[in-house]
């Protein structure tokens, strides 16, 4: 099989690759080194490698790394650094959202995308939201308060008040 080139922004830097057709992105992503978006299911069930694609929560595992030619693709890694922590991720580290950590780059990318589109989701829909990112340590309480969290600073985002009082 012929390699094919492919040329997109990878967590907003201009990126080029040479893959196979059959390659998916989840696969391309690991190549480029970048292991955060985790291989689970490798079927689209579990939610494990969500990135986004033009701003949209997808499955990498479902993405061919030809069908991201011209288009933005942000993974975990290019949503915080170590130092300075997107909010979701320091509101998971803040509400104890992490057990083993397998599923949260899936799960804080699914509500990254829910965030984007509606800063004030209801409880209701942030569940419906990150519906398809299986967490087997959890009974989802803590990731859900966790993104309301992540949703009131982004609403406030001067605020000095501790996390518990912004809920």
């Known amino acids: 099989m012929n390699a094919v080139k492919i040329e997109f922004v990878l967590n907003g830097k201009t990126t080029k690759?040479?893959?196979k057709p059959n390659t998916t992105l989840l696969d391309l992503l690991h190549n480029l080194r970048l292991t955060g978006t985790?291989?689970?299911c490798d079927r689209g069930d579990c939610g494990a490698c969500t990135i986004q694609l033009d701003g949209r929560a997808v499955n990498a595992c479902l993405v061919l790394a030809p069908q991201v030619a011209g288009k933005e693709?942000?993974?975990i890694e290019g949503i915080g650094t170590p130092d300075k922590l997107h909010p979701l991720q320091q509101?998971?580290?803040d509400f104890d959202a992490v057990q083993c950590g397998y599923c949260i780059?899936?799960?804080i990318m699914s509500a990254k995308s829910?965030?984007?589109e509606n800063s004030n989701p209801t409880t209701e829909e942030i569940r419906n939201y990150v519906s398809g990112n299986l967490c087997r340590?959890?009974?989802y309480l803590h990731q859900i308060e966790a993104i309301k969290a992540a949703a009131k600073l982004k609403q406030h985002p001067n605020s000095t008040k501790p996390l518990e009082g912004v809920l």
């Open 17 to 19: 690759a040479s893959v």
């Open 38 to 40: 985790k291989k689970g």
């Open 73 to 75: 693709v942000t993974t």
């Open 91 to 93: 509101t998971f580290v």
């Open 105 to 107: 780059p899936g799960l």
């Open 114 to 116: 829910l965030l984007d």
């Open 137 to 139: 340590c959890t009974g």
